[in-house]
């Protein structure tokens, strides 16, 4: 099955940093955004953060809003989340995902197997 693949995550200590790293060529063309989504164990998906591959928009949930950045090499059909001053609630398997109603919409179309990322002391 076509998917992304993503890396990146580990354990870091609060006020910590950890770059992601999502490998798209799995995901097909067809879409309007690509970004990140989290989940928590017991937890519902919550996005993280689009964008957009028709413009220039970007879009980040309010709770990491200046602190992530995510970015884009189209060349090397790679998807990155830089996530700095991380905190304990950031913890959650981040997943590399399709967004197929653009990155207006938390909906995801193609997602890879996740990356565990843990903020703790």
């Known amino acids: 099955q076509l998917q992304a693949v993503e890396s990146g995550g580990g354990l870091v200590q609060p006020g910590g940093s950890l770059r992601l790293s999502c490998a798209a060529s799995?995901?097909?063309?067809?879409?309007?955004?690509i970004g990140w989504f989290r989940q928590a164990p017991g937890n519902v998906r919550e996005g993280v953060s689009c964008?957009?591959?028709?413009?220039?928009?970007?879009r980040y949930a309010d709770s990491v809003k200046g602190r992530f950045t995510i970015s884009m090499d189209n060349a090397k059909n790679m998807v990155y989340l830089e996530m700095n001053s991380l905190k304990p609630e950031d913890t959650a398997v981040y997943y590399c995902?399709?967004?197929?109603?653009?990155?207006?919409?938390?909906?995801?179309?193609?997602w890879g197997q996740g990356t565990q990322v843990t903020v703790s002391s």
């Open positions: 995902a399709t967004y197929t109603m653009g990155c207006e919409v938390w909906v995801y179309g193609r």
């Open positions: 799995g995901f097909t063309k067809n879409y309007y955004g």
């Open positions: 964008i957009s591959t028709v413009d220039d928009y970007i």
